[in-house]
């Protein structure tokens, strides 16, 4: 009986450190995302600006042969 409990116990202890890893890689992993979301949505709006400078300058560029000409 001794032993079964002893195993018992280790199992649980086992059980208790992965847990603690699990908490901590999901941590980590969840600032990652939040770190990416952040960088997307900073692309996603510098595309935006992009997009519309050159859809508004269209017009504006002078028909001129370039220096190298």
């Known amino acids: 009986m001794n032993k079964e409990l002893e195993t ?3 199992q649980v202890i086992d059980l208790e450190i992965k847990y603690a890893h699990q908490e901590d890689l999901v941590e980590q992993l969840n600032k990652i995302v939040t770190k990416h979301e952040f960088t997307i949505d900073k692309l996603i709006n510098e595309i ?5 400078n050159s859809t508004s300058g269209q017009g504006e560029v002078p028909n001129e042969k370039p220096p190298h000409y």
């Open 8 to 10: 018992l116990q280790k």
């Open 48 to 52: 935006r600006e992009l997009k519309l």
